[in-house]
């Protein structure tokens, strides 16, 4: 029986998603960028009670909390660009329900960002900068998504629906770069425990 050639066409060939993180993520000025927030970082949970930090471990449940918490917003975001742009009976129908899915996911935003950047403090190499760019992102989205709100407020739906498009388009690609953290790096998949080592 013929042996197979050991060098197909296919082999070795990076998947999209990393090729794109590498392409993002690999710059010496986020090294730098994020070598100094996560000595930020690390000062400020020295000061934070033990019982506060492992709760936002996820300790208490045995798995990290950010990937429970993260389908909050998200789902809000997502339902709330839904009701903004479907049909509704009469005019203005659905703007009340979009802007309580809206301010429901922000709200919900919060808990997500405290527990991923904790989860990020203990990062390394390439997973740490590419979870630096995933939460610059997501807090773009969050702060768009309060200025959404404000607008929708003072009755400036158009700008409202334009803020609250464009964060949703950030958070759709931190999830991307969210996911090549989780699939490519294990970010997340090892012991809760992690934080109390070295």
Known sequence: MPSLPQHLPFQHREPPAHVIEDAVSNHDTLEAVAETLQTLLKGAEAIIPDGVLDLLHGEPVGHPMHPLLVHVPLGGWVIAAALD??????????????????????LGAVGTIATGWTDWSNTRGEARRTGLIHGALNEVAFLLNVG??????????????????????????GGFLGGELVYRHGLGVGRTLAHRQG
């Open 148 to 173: 959404s709100i404000v607008a929708r407020r003072k009755h400036r739906r158009g700008l409202g629906k334009a803020l609250s498009g464009a964060a949703l388009g950030l958070a759709v690609a």
């Open 85 to 106: 742009h479907l049909p509704a009976q009469s005019p203005g129908g659905n703007e009340h329900a979009a802007d309580l899915a809206l301010t429901l996911g922000t």
